[in-house]
């Protein structure tokens, strides 16, 4: 069984072993990506702090939208960025540039175009 702080994540083996082989990844050089989708009150934010738990060497990064925010584009990604955006001129150029359109601090283009020209 997984713990999270001394709590047992009870029938959740299959999904910590998902979590796990993505931190195995990104341990060894290997970027993936997993989406944990569900109901209120079945367990992602416990299965979600296993993990953050068990990625203790990485920079781990969270936020949450806010309902009021629909409107904003980009609102929840500014959020989750901003204590790393000094690090920013370390992405390669596409990625760089886009974040950049999409924070309001470039050139008037779609951050939408910028991504495609760079495909």
Request: glycine content about 10%; overall charge neutral.
């Amino acid at each position: 069984m997984a713990e999270v702080q001394g709590l047992e994540l009870l029938g959740r083996e299959h999904e910590v072993q998902a979590l796990d082989r993505l931190l195995e990844g990104a341990r060894t050089g290997r970027s993936g990506t997993l989406l944990v989708l569900g109901e209120p009150g079945l367990g992602k934010t416990a299965l979600l702090q296993r993990t953050v738990d068990s990625a203790a060497r990485f920079q781990n990064l969270r936020t949450a939208g806010t309902e009021g925010e629909i409107e904003l584009p980009f609102a929840a990604l500014q959020r989750l960025l901003a204590p790393i955006l000094g690090m920013v001129d370390r992405l390669p150029a596409p990625q760089r540039e886009a974040l950049t359109v999409a924070f309001g601090a470039g050139p008037a283009l779609s951050p939408n175009a910028t991504v495609r020209a760079s495909r």
